[in-house]
């Protein structure tokens, strides 16, 4: 199984990144591909600009890259309360090209701040709108306190619990 993992983030030190990267390698046996956004350029959104310059290049890489998984894990994260910048102008981009740019493919949604609130508000809004984009969400998980319960240092998740809400996600991936 190819697994197609990336923070939805473009924060060079992103919490995000590291859960997703984590998250993707519990599953046994899989070919693990981590993006990163920033990998994609593109420029800011509008109808005016797409008319002008047609579909994306970063967009269209973004999507090549996309269609080679047979699942996701992605990893949300959240600036006041929504998607960053970086990441919805991408998928913006993307969806004008490909609306279901994910295919129906399984995917484990996940979000992680370093609050208490875990990007509760982020992953909300990911799972509710996942089916217009052709998600087809099997698990999603919100890790509050991020770092009290993971060490970027080891790459290791570090509460039982978090460890074990994440194991039973992914195994609902095969």
Do not use: C
């Not at 991020?146 to 194991?167: H, I, M, R, S």
């Amino acid at each position: 199984m190819k697994v197609i993992a990336f923070g939805a983030s473009n924060s060079s030190t992103s919490i995000n990144k590291a859960l997703a990267t984590y998250t993707a390698h519990l599953i046994d046996g899989a070919d693990v591909v981590v993006l990163d956004i920033n990998n994609y350029t593109v420029p800011m959104f509008s109808e005016d600009l797409e008319k002008e310059l047609g579909q994306a290049e970063g967009a269209q890489a973004f999507l090549r890259d996309l269609a080679q998984a047979d699942a996701f894990v992605i990893s949300f994260a959240e600036h006041n309360g929504h998607y960053p910048a970086a990441y919805k102008n991408l998928f913006d981009w993307a969806t004008r090209i490909e609306r279901e740019l994910f295919k129906g493919k399984p995917a484990v949604y996940l979000a992680s701040s370093p609050g208490p609130g875990g990007a509760q508000s982020v992953l909300a809004a990911a799972n509710n709108s996942a089916p217009y984009f052709g998600g087809n969400v099997k698990a999603s998980v919100s890790v509050p306190s991020f770092y009290d319960n993971f060490d970027l240092a080891t790459g290791q998740v570090t509460n039982p619990e978090v460890a074990a809400q994440l194991k039973d996600a992914v195994a609902k991936l095969v």
